[in-house]
């Protein structure tokens, strides 16, 4: 079993910044990529960013500039940092992840999800 939990979110103003961790646990052999999607009300759930081995972490034209992901591989954590941020941003964050458990066997896990709010 493999479990993802985060930590961070909360309501902050305009221009300002938050900060989202997730760290993974359980039976991990390896972690192909780590990342963040987000759900706002009425809307489909999106890509923020992801880090994936071997690659640039990807981002969300919407949140470049502004956001930097990091992974700490040997913590199986990563962390969202989130810099100007804006209303547009208010959603629910999800921490994803794409592991190889004990099995040899890849699955695609989800956090239970944070939520950011960002006031005007």
């Known amino acids: 079993q493999v479990q993802l939990v985060e930590s961070g979110g909360g309501l902050v103003q305009a221009g300002g910044s938050l900060r989202l961790s997730c760290t993974a646990s359980g039976s991990i052999l390896s972690i192909n990529s780590m990342g963040w999607f987000r759900q706002a009300p009425g809307k489909q759930r999106e890509l923020v960013a992801v880090v994936t081995s071997g690659s640039n972490p990807n981002f969300a034209d919407s949140v470049k500039g502004r956001f930097t992901i990091s992974r700490d591989n040997a913590k199986n954590t990563v962390t969202l940092q989130m810099n100007s941020l804006k209303p547009a941003d208010t959603a629910i964050y999800y921490c994803?992840?794409?592991?190889?458990?004990?099995?040899?066997?890849?699955?695609?896990?989800w956090g239970q999800g944070t939520q950011v709010t960002v006031s005007s």
């Open positions: 994803n992840a794409f592991i190889l458990d004990y099995s040899k066997r890849a699955y695609e896990y």
